[in-house]
């Protein structure tokens, strides 16, 4: 996707979702952004998006404004627990002394904030535990791999999620190959998931059966 060949209405809004986006603290980069709202807005079966890994929201309110700028009926599941990631340090000196609900009320205010909370659909419980309680008849349209960037957390986060993508859908996994991790584990995954782009430390595979 070249920025300067689309229709300048589509330039336009993404300037300024750029603009309203930037102030969130995060590591997904204007051109991440893009990439994840072009998907959710033309590349998805269905309009159901599961994001493990939130923070304060960069990533999901990129997502959610590709739903909102099309009126549309879908929404972003959101998983994550706002605790952080025990293991990653910088999550820890981050969060050092914030409260201990006060990461998730920094999402929930951002997301407000930009009006994309009617897209937002917040589940804050442990990636495995959101999988253990998703619905079986709901397939996923695009699956937004970015929690604990541990190699085994990858891989289960990848086990446990994966088939409720629909035929057609998409995983996009973060932090490739800036961790080893992601880096890893799309390495090894099954024929039936076709590398069909990268974007800025995201690798994005397409489910073909």
């Known amino acids: ?30 051109v991440a952004g893009i990439t994840l709202y072009h998907l959710v807005q033309n590349k998805i079966p269905v309009p159901v998006v599961v994001e493990l890994g939130s ?8 997502m959610a404004a590709a739903l909102a700028d099309q009126n549309s ?37 951002n997301m407000g904030h930009l009006g994309l909370r009617d897209w937002i659909v917040p589940l804050r419980m442990t990636t495995t535990e959101g999988a253990k309680a998703w619905p079986s008849e709901q397939p996923i349209g695009l699956l937004f791999i970015d929690a604990d960037h541990d190699y085994y957390a990858v891989r289960r986060d990848f086990e446990l999620w ?5 035929e057609g859908g998409l995983i996009v996994f973060d932090d490739v190959p800036n961790w080893p991790g992601p ?27």
Request: charged letters at 20%.
């Open 162 to 166: 994966s088939g409720y993508v629909k």
């Open 73 to 109: 009926a879908g929404k972003i599941i959101c998983v994550d627990t706002w605790r952080g990631t025990p293991s990653e340090k910088e999550h820890a000196q981050l969060l050092a002394n914030y409260h201990p609900d006060q990461l998730f009320e920094e999402f929930l205010h």
């Open 183 to 209: 880096t890893r584990l799309i390495s090894e995954l099954p024929s039936w998931w076709k590398h069909i782009g990268y974007s800025d430390n995201q690798w994005i595979v397409i489910k073909t059966a």
């Open 55 to 62: 923070w304060k929201g960069r990533s999901t309110a990129w």
């Open 1 to 30: 996707m070249n920025f300067n060949e689309l229709p300048p209405e589509t330039q336009q809004r993404l300037q300024y979702w750029q603009e309203q986006i930037e102030p969130i603290q995060g590591w997904c980069s204007p």
